[in-house]
């Protein structure tokens, strides 16, 4: 019998186990952000199986004892045959594995896996991970595209057996405007930080480093960011930047590697690329920052905060979960490179308050954003829909 339809079991049940598909584009994204969420369901008694592009780390979920489905996804551009060879790929799969429960993981398989899904009976979450691109942009193309999507989410999210999952208040009163109704939106804050991993860290010694991990994408602020720091270098403090990250040619507002490469070559700039051990960047600097246009809830300040270093955000949705302004870190306007240099200057000159920041942004860490709190709470909202 295939292993994608091999019957397993829960327990010491004879019961064949519910099967939970993720629909997720990339392999690495599954990994980085849906792997706690994964684990905590198998071990609530599911069989978990993933639908995704196949890269080079759909082995690695394998050895996590999922099922991989391989479907292909065109990311970034507007390819509605590609969209629609999808669609039908993945009805395919739900035919294959039959599962109880689909997620589907951020825009992209949203709105695919809403198409998909008609006809089907299955309890179905749409995971709205930020909104990305077509919504932050102001462009006639981009207009015409959120109300479409607005529209299909209206469409689908109200099926009987389908929720709408967010990270930030912010998207929840997204989907109430295009008319999701309260009872199919469920908040879940983030993806889950390992904090028992992720330990609080000693400042290193040296020059005061801010860091900033991520796509090396505009809608990130990385060009802000830069302009920031160069007006702190300017002013004459002893500072450096770390950026940790790649472009991501998929999205349209990825930054060309060349520009990156450059930036790496000005005088206290590192760019260390993708960066496996995410602790031995934050080893290294004493303050994270990320100037985002928009986010879910990014990880990579959850991660900061986990390791006690303080952050500096822009005051955006998803950033404002994590970056409680004058507790947690610092908020600033987007866009405003003087503003950001500014408070990068602050906690420059301030050891203590770096210090009072990341010990209380390492406290909401752990008591609102750890794996387990956020797996326990998605486990509930599986087991709910089961039950539906």
Known sequence: MPESTRPSRMGTSQRPAPRLLYVVTEDWYFLSHRLPMARAARAAGFEVHVATNEGKDADNIRREGFIVHPVRFARGRLAPLQAFRSVLALRQVYRTVEPAIVHHVAMQPTVIGILASLGRNSAVVYGITGLGHAFTANSGKTRWLQRAIGLLLWFGLNHRRAVGLVQNPDDRD????????????????????????????PEPDGPVTFAFVGRMLDDKGVRPLMAAFRILRGSGVPCAMLLAGTPDPANPTSIAESEVAQWGREPGVTWLGHVADITSVWRRAHVAVLPSRREGLPKSLLEAAACGRPLIATDVPGCREIVIHEQTGLMVAADDPPALAAAMLRLAAAPRERAEFGEAARRLAVGRFSTDIVGTATVALYQRLLSA
């Not at 109704?181 to 860290?201: E, K, M, Y």
């Open 174 to 201: 997204m989907l109430a405007g295009v008319g999701v109704t309260a009872d199919h939106i469920v908040l879940i804050a983030g993806s889950g930080v390992d904090t028992n991993r992720l330990r609080l860290l």
